[in-house]
C-alpha cells in the first residue's frame, strides 16, 4: 500500500509542535503526554473493532487487544483504589453520559455544581445533553469566601429530590467534602457521582482527600493531571445494586458495574478505541511511577506559589488561594480587564490561558471577568517554584502593557528565548 504522503496535514503538525515548544502552557486542563504515551496511539491498534469487554467481545481476533485492555483496567485499578473500572470512554463527557444513560431515566432530576461557578456543561447546563434530558439544578460557591457551603448544598438537595449529585469542577481550586456530600445523597436517597476530571492525578498519588472513598462513582478523563492520552473513565471503588430497581427483561437487579458497562457500549458508543486504551495503560503505568509522584508533588507546590504571587501583586484569586493545581483569577481587582481581553493580550506573548466566569460574574461567558491558569503543563515541561514567580511577572507585564504591541512582541521574544531552556520533546 503506497499513499502520497499528506505534507499538508504533516506540515501543520509540525507548526503546532512548534506553538507547544515555544510557548507558555497555563490551560489548566491541558498537558504534555510523554513520546511513549503518543507512540501507543499512533499504531495499528487503531485497525480494530472491539465493541463489547475484554473477554465478551462481538468480533473476532481480539485475543491482543483484550490483554491490552486488561492492562489499562488492571492499571487503572491499582492506581485508585477501585475494585471496577470501565476504560473505554472516548472523553470525560462520554463518561459522564455513559453514567447517567445508566442511573437514570429521562425526565428525573440531577443537581450539579453551577457551571458559572466553575461547574462542567455535561452536569447539568441547558445546553447540553445532560440539560436537555434531565431537570438540573445547581449549587455554587458563596460569594464571600468563592467556597461551596454544603448546608446550601443540602438544602437545595432536601428540596429537589434529585436522583443524581454530581460533584466535582472545571474550575474549582479547593478541596471537596465527599463525607459530607455523601450524608447528602444518602438523605435524599440519590447517587453520588464524581467527576474528578481535572485533578485526578493528584488524587490518584493521595495528594487530595479520595473521593472513591465516600462516592458510588467516579469519573474522570485521562489527559488533564493525568497525563495520559486524550480520554475517560468510569471508576467504583465497590459494586453496588442499583438502588432505582431497574430490572432487566428477566426481571434480575443489575449491579451497578454491568448498568455502567451498558452505560457506556451500547449506551452511548460503539467500538472502543484500543489505540488509545494502550495509550492510557501507558500513561496509568507512568502515573504509578515514583517520577510521577514527583511530579504531582510539583504541580501542587508549583500551584500553591503562582496563586500567591497573583495575590502579592494584586489580583483577587477566587477563594484566596488552591488546594489543586489550577487557580480562578477575578480580573475586576486589578486593571479590569476582561478575560477575553487578557486571553488576547497573552496569546500575543505566546501565554496560554483561557478566560474564564467567575462566580457572580458582571460579564458574558464569551468575555468574562476572570482567567483560568494551571500548573500541569509547565510543571511537566520542568518548572519549579522560581518559574511560577516569573511566570506571573510575565501575564501581569502583558496584562498591564495589553495595548502596547511592541512591548508585547518583546515579551513573546524572551518567552521563546526562555522556553528554549525547558525542552519537551527532545
Ligand atoms: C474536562 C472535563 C470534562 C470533559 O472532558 P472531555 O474529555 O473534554 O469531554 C468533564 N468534566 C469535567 C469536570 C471536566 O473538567
Redo the contacts with the bound molecule.
Keep these: 500500500m503506497t499513499m502520497l504522503r499528506d505534507q499538508i496535514i504533516f506540515d501543520l503538525i509540525q507548526k503546532e509542535q512548534h506553538r507547544q515548544e515555544t510557548g507558555i502552557e497555563l490551560i489548566a486542563?491541558e498537558n504534555f503526554a510523554s513520546k511513549q504515551v503518543m507512540e501507543a496511539m499512533g499504531t495499528v491498534l487503531t485497525n480494530k473493532y472491539a465493541e463489547g469487554l475484554p473477554g465478551k467481545r462481538y468480533y473476532g481476533g481480539c485475543e491482543v487487544v483484550d490483554e491490552i485492555e486488561n492492562i489499562a483496567i488492571d492499571r487503572a485499578k491499582e492506581l485508585f483504589g477501585a475494585e471496577w473500572a470501565n476504560v473505554q470512554p472516548h472523553?470525560?463527557?462520554?463518561a459522564?453520559a455513559a453514567v447517567m444513560l445508566a442511573v437514570l431515566n429521562a425526565g428525573d432530576k440531577i443537581l450539579g455544581f453551577d457551571l458559572s461557578h466553575g461547574g462542567?456543561l455535561?452536569h447539568g447546563s441547558s445546553v447540553n445533553f445532560s440539560g436537555k434530558l434531565y431537570q438540573p439544578s445547581f449549587y455554587g460557591v458563596e460569594k464571600e469566601t468563592g467556597m461551596i457551603n454544603y448546608d446550601h448544598v443540602d438544602e437545595i438537595a432536601r428540596k429537589e429530590k434529585p436522583k443524581l449529585i454530581i460533584c466535582?469542577?472545571?474550575a474549582y481550586s479547593r478541596e471537596w467534602d465527599y463525607e459530607r456530600l455523601r450524608t447528602i445523597a444518602d438523605e435524599v436517597g440519590a447517587i453520588l457521582l464524581a467527576?474528578i476530571?481535572?485533578p485526578a492525578g493528584l488524587i490518584a498519588r493521595g495528594l487530595l482527600d479520595d473521593p472513591l472513598e465516600h462516592c458510588h462513582i467516579v469519573t474522570t478523563?485521562t489527559?488533564?493531571t493525568l497525563r495520559g492520552p486524550?480520554g475517560?473513565m468510569i471508576m467504583m471503588r465497590e459494586d453496588f445494586e442499583n438502588p432505582f430497581g431497574i430490572k432487566t427483561p428477566k426481571g434480575v437487579v443489575r449491579k451497578m458495574s454491568s448498568l455502567l458497562d451498558s452505560g457506556v457500549f451500547p449506551g452511548t458508543q460503539g467500538g472502543p478505541l484500543e489505540h488509545v486504551i494502550a495509550a492510557k495503560a501507558v500513561a496509568f503505568g507512568e502515573a504509578l511511577s515514583d517520577d510521577y509522584m514527583k511530579y504531582v508533588l510539583q504541580v501542587k507546590k508549583n500551584a500553591a506559589v503562582m496563586a500567591q504571587r497573583f495575590m502579592d501583586k494584586g489580583y483577587h484569586v477566587i477563594s484566596g488561594g488552591t488546594d489543586n493545581h489550577m487557580m480562578l483569577i477575578d480580573l475586576r481587582s486589578k486593571g479590569d480587564v476582561s478575560g477575553r481581553d487578557a486571553e488576547d493580550a497573552l496569546i500575543k506573548a505566546d501565554i496560554t490561558i483561557n478566560k474564564n466566569m467567575v462566580p457572580f460574574d458582571s460579564r458574558s461567558p464569551f468575555i468574562t471577568s476572570g482567567i483560568r491558569v494551571g500548573t500541569a503543563a509547565i510543571t511537566t515541561r520542568g518548572m519549579m517554584e522560581p518559574e511560577m514567580e516569573k511566570v506571573v511577572d510575565l501575564i501581569d507585564d502583558v496584562l498591564m502593557n495589553k495595548d502596547n504591541d511592541n512591548k508585547l512582541l518583546e515579551i513573546k521574544e524572551g518567552v521563546n528565548t526562555w522556553m528554549n531552556n525547558f525542552p519537551l520533546y527532545k
Excluded: C, E, I
Design positions: 486542563s472523553s470525560g463527557a462520554q459522564n462542567h455535561t466535582g469542577a472545571s467527576d476530571s481535572h478523563t489527559h488533564k486524550r475517560g
